[in-house]
């Protein structure tokens, strides 16, 4: 959002722009508590964010009550928008996302689990989020359809560190392969423990596009190779997506951790759009931002150049097309770029 901004000299229609920041914590009600916040201001335009899933499911109902609309370039859990083409749990109107639907996520892992591993038994863990237990659902629909079986269906709590007791039962479950769709460093304490029990080897172990991600990568080292992950498939690379790479390092003197800051810049490109669409100017130069308006701005989204791809926003507010790729962890000193590079199977529904 900043490096959007950035690129407009810090205006939008002549008007400066001030950037109400809250943290979510990463969890439902934390999103809530900064939801209230922001929208107890009547001049906040729109709410940008948030980046995890279970945080934007309670924001996004604070937001579609106070009228207002939302846009992430991160969400992708399935219950924000819609799951097999019909309105989700969570849907909320005004709400919106530039990431892909992980509906798709879980049958892509699963599909190569069986087809590509010749795999026939799987555990799975999540955390509880309404993120990793739609990724483990979805994992364990698709197997289970194309004649695998769940061995195990288990969580942890955010926050746990020791992961040895469910990694033991899934070991004693005779799983041949452990999907994890978690977050650090939940994540990077089951795959640090499964690597040191005996009883682990041999299982496969596979993870989300949560853990693609340069921390994680620098936290567990050598430990992560052999592994596999499910995740978007990146954007293709160009001058545009240079452009901003460079723009992004120079900035914050670090190179992005992940690649969502694409399909966020594109989501902030289609808020300004649909604000653009939205504002009447008045004659003393001032602006009225229709909060309905503004949404149908948003929801009139189609064919918008976005450097992750071609962007349309449907009814339930997904604008990107999914597609994702089955990565496999060869040489961990190559970091994300590496991993991302070394596709194994691809999934476009």
Not at 70 to 81: E, H, Q, R
Not at 160 to 171: F, G, H, I, Q, S
Not at 284 to 292: F, Y
Request: some cysteine; glycine content about 10%.
């Amino acid at each position: 959002l900043e490096l959007a901004l950035d690129r407009k000299g810090g205006l939008l229609l002549n008007h400066p722009v001030e950037l109400v920041i809250e943290d979510t914590g990463c969890r439902q009600e934390g999103g809530a508590n900064a939801a209230l916040r922001i929208v107890s201001d009547p001049s906040v335009v729109a709410i940008f964010g948030t980046t995890c899933s279970g945080a934007a499911a309670a924001a996004a109902q604070v937001m579609t009550e106070a009228g207002l609309s939302m846009i992430s370039g991160n969400n992708s859990a399935p219950f924000l928008t819609s799951i097999a083409g019909k309105r989700a749990p969570k849907w909320q109107p005004g709400y919106f996302r530039t990431a892909s639907n992980e509906e798709h996520a879980g049958p892509a892992a699963a599909r190569y689990a069986y087809e590509g591993l010749g795999v026939r038994a799987a555990a799975m863990i999540h955390d509880g989020d309404l993120y990793t237990r739609g990724l483990a659902t979805g994992f364990k629909t698709e197997f289970e359809r194309l004649g695998g079986r769940t061995t195990l269906f288990a969580a942890v709590d955010k926050g746990d560190a020791d992961m040895r007791p469910v990694l033991e039962a899934a070991a004693a479950s005779k799983a041949e392969l452990l999907f994890f769709p978690l977050f650090q460093p939940e994540g990077n304490h089951v795959l640090q423990t499964a690597r040191e029990m005996p009883e682990m080897d041999g299982i496969k172990l596979m993870s989300d596009g949560a853990l693609i991600e340069t921390t994680f990568i620098e936290d567990v080292g050598e430990a992560s190779k052999g592994m596999y992950f499910v995740g978007p498939t990146p954007p293709d690379p160009g001058p545009a997506l240079d452009a901003l790479r460079a723009q992004y390092l120079a900035k914050y003197r670090a190179a992005p951790a992940a690649d969502y800051y694409v399909s966020a810049f594109d989501a902030a490109g289609i808020l300004f759009d649909a604000i653009a669409k939205a504002a009447v100017r008045r004659k003393d130069g001032s602006l009225v931002i229709g909060r309905q308006a503004l949404r149908d701005a948003l929801a009139a989204t189609s064919g918008y150049p976005g450097l992750g791809g071609t962007l349309r926003c449907n009814e339930f507010g997904d604008c990107a097309k999914p597609r994702f790729n089955v990565l496999r962890m060869d040489d961990p000193s190559k970091g994300v770029a590496g991993l991302a590079g070394n596709v194994v199977f691809t999934y476009a529904p």
